[in-house]
């Protein structure tokens, strides 16, 4: 039978068998068996009424409750549960807490705090706690909070899903020091709306049936952010702190999911692994795939170190609709599924076909990193987003069909950072414009362009090293056919495979038309020593790129002076690209490579224009003049009564 008390005055609790608590505004359950034990402060007495069978306890605070309380939790009970409603904020205290709900009395959840408030969640510190909900009933979570839950403290929290999620808020969820392991979910790991912010803390989660960690929008319309997140309504996630592991089986499932966007600093560790194979969603009738990190909306990554490692067939490492921008961090992104095909009828998961005659709704291709969307509007495109890199260190290798390294669907910009691509499909890739004014850019693929664009290539400063298959793919690549060119304006440019042919080269740019893969090559300009190592490619004599036309072939490089080029020398120095490359490099044995001249001037500097030309403009360092392109008449530079002038034809 049910036991019931209104909780008025001391007798009335011995009547119910329930004890006297010592401390004000402090309720505590103990859990032994198939019982439990609530003791309850005297001075909130009259504001609680308690439901109890078993160790199935029910507390309902007055809407007159004057200050928060303190529910301790503790004990074992291997079919009990805890709910508590009210409109008061709280703290719930799981003090070495063991709880599975077996048979549902008052919810199917191990946990339930029906209360729209802030309630905080103690994981007291030392202490290990294990929720496990009931195998039946319509609980949206086992640990399920209605308003917004702040996990505090340095203990332990072990909780299983057995219907839906593992953790779930209907408001936003934060995290500090706690430590919460996922041991399986039917749903997502954690859920909320809102947003989720992880200051500190661990979060280890595995066996979901959906996302490890996932946020939605509360309301219909995300708010901006705001100062300390207050009344925030975005769909966000921050993580700055602490460590994240999630592992992800389940089909298209993603390991961090925001509705809005996605926020990463400061120094999080951050692993997570994607294994299950694409779908077909009936509703949008797309294919969909798993993905590490995805958002929505934009990503945003000042620092962590982030690993990122997809199996599954089409399935990505990151992904946002809108704009990406890595200023700082350790990022390393690994997929080696196969591209998923399905057209709502037919499945195929790893395709192997022309994905240029079928609609992009019906396959996935296994990408690393991807950012924007082109949108198809009758027989024309859209495209929103893009990609800004100007820091950190991003590792990225993918070896499925139809894998591509880093793609913008607009517009990429890189001016810093060290990234490190050895792709399937093209190594770096955007839809529109590419801009590389700084950094340190490696891009090997060993099926298509080193680096492609569908708009212009702009190398303006840093150091581009691109490793093309073989012909007729490039090493670097733009949109010829649609008008598009590379513009080689500056910087240290290291092209196996070559440049597209009618590229425009205001620096002085050089090509030898046989290169040897397995072999150590070093290029010295200045007072600059470089060694790089070209591996295995797969066409021309010497088993590297060999003769042909124009730019399209053998090896490029362009600098900002006079180059000498060597060929199977013994090199070190400050290893970057995974080793492939030394910068400050000191170098010996090896022979000099001929090297023809193509294009560009040597030493281009700041200059007045010829006076016959009549024109005051600026030539710039980075070969254009000031907010235009380089003149199809521009043939060099020469001197004159002291001072440099442009030479025009």
């Not at 002085?508 to 150590?520: D, E, I, K, P």
Request: proline share 2%; net charge negative; charged share 15%.
């Amino acid at each position: 039978m049910k036991n019931t008390a209104i909780l008025l005055i001391l007798f009335a609790f011995a009547a119910c068998g329930v004890a006297q608590a010592q401390s004000d505004n402090t309720v505590e359950v103990a859990y032994n068996g198939t019982s439990a034990t609530v003791s309850v402060a005297d001075n909130i007495a009259q504001y609680l009424t308690v439901t109890q069978e078993g160790a199935h306890v029910s507390i309902e605070q007055s809407s007159d409750v004057a200050s928060e309380i303190t529910y301790t939790l503790s004990g074992t009970s291997t079919d009990g549960e805890f709910y508590m409603s009210g409109s008061y904020k709280a703290t719930v205290e799981l003090n070495g807490l063991t709880l599975t709900n077996a048979t549902p009395v008052y919810s199917g959840a191990a946990v339930h705090i029906q209360n729209g408030k802030r309630i905080n969640v103690k994981v007291i510190t030392g202490t290990t706690n294990t929720l496990v909900d009931a195998a039946t009933g319509s609980q949206k979570g086992c640990l399920y909070v209605k308003g917004h839950a702040e996990f505090k403290q340095q203990g332990t929290l072990n909780v299983v899903g057995n219907v839906k999620h593992a953790i779930k808020a209907g408001e936003y969820i934060s995290l500090k020091n706690a430590t919460l392991n996922i041991t399986s979910a039917v749903g997502d790991g954690i859920s909320c709306n809102q947003y989720f912010l992880m200051e500190s803390g661990t979060v280890n989660i595995n066996g979901t049936g959906d996302d490890g960690i996932q946020c939605d929008l509360e309301g219909d319309t995300a708010t901006a952010i705001t100062e300390d997140h207050e009344d925030e309504d975005s769909g966000n996630i921050y993580i700055e702190g602490g460590t994240v592991t999630i592992n992800c089986a389940a089909i298209a499932a993603k390991g961090i999911k925001a509705a809005g966007d996605i926020f990463i600093s400061d120094d999080p560790v951050i692993s997570i692994t994607t294994s299950g194979k694409g779908t077909w969603d009936e509703e949008d009738l797309e294919t969909k795939a798993a993905c590490g990190i995805s958002a929505d909306g934009n990503i945003d990554i000042s620092g962590g170190t982030i690993t990122l490692t997809s199996t599954g067939s089409g399935g990505k490492g990151m992904k946002c609709d809108n704009i990406l921008t890595i200023s700082g961090g350790d990022i390393t992104v690994t997929t080696s599924g196969g591209l998923y095909y399905n057209n709502g009828t037919t499945e195929n998961t790893n395709y192997t076909g022309n994905t240029d005659r079928i609609s992009s709704d019906y396959y996935s291709s296994p990408k690393g990193i991807k950012a924007g969307l082109k949108t198809q509007v009758g027989n024309s495109y859209t495209y929103s987003g893009g990609m800004v890199i100007s820091g950190g260190k991003i590792k990225v290798t993918t070896s499925g069909y139809n894998g591509e390294g880093i793609e913008s669907k607009n517009y990429l910009n890189i001016s810093g950072g060290e990234i490190y691509v050895n792709a399937y499909d093209d190594g770096i890739n955007s839809a529109q414009d590419m801009t590389i004014t700084g950094g340190y850019v490696y891009s090997h693929s060993n099926n298509n362009d080193g680096i492609d664009a569908n708009g212009n290539i702009y190398l303006n400063g840093g150091l581009v090293y691109a490793i093309g298959s073989r012909s007729p793919e490039l090493g670097i690549d733009a949109n010829s056919e649609g008008g598009k060119k590379v513009f080689i304006n500056g910087g240290t440019v290291i092209a196996v495979g070559g440049v597209e042919n009618g590229s425009s080269m205001s620096q002085a740019t050089y090509r030898t038309s046989t290169v040897s893969g397995n072999t150590w090559y070093s290029l010295s300009y200045g007072d600059e020593i470089i060694a790089f190592y070209i591996p295995q490619v797969s066409t021309g004599g010497g088993g590297g790129h060999g003769p042909g036309g124009g730019n399209s072939s053998g090896l490029v490089i362009s600098v900002p002076s006079t180059p000498t080029l060597k060929s199977g020398v013994t090199a070190s120095g400050t290893g970057i690209f995974e080793d492939n490359c030394y910068l400050g490099a000191t170098v010996s044995g090896g022979s000099t490579v001929s090297l023809t001249h193509i294009g560009g001037t040597v030493g281009i500097e700041e200059v007045e224009m010829e006076q016959t030309v009549n024109d005051p403009r600026v030539f710039t360092l980075d070969g254009r003049y000031l907010g235009t392109e380089v003149p199809s008449s521009f043939r060099g530079v020469y001197l004159q009564n002291g001072k440099k002038h442009l030479k025009l034809q």
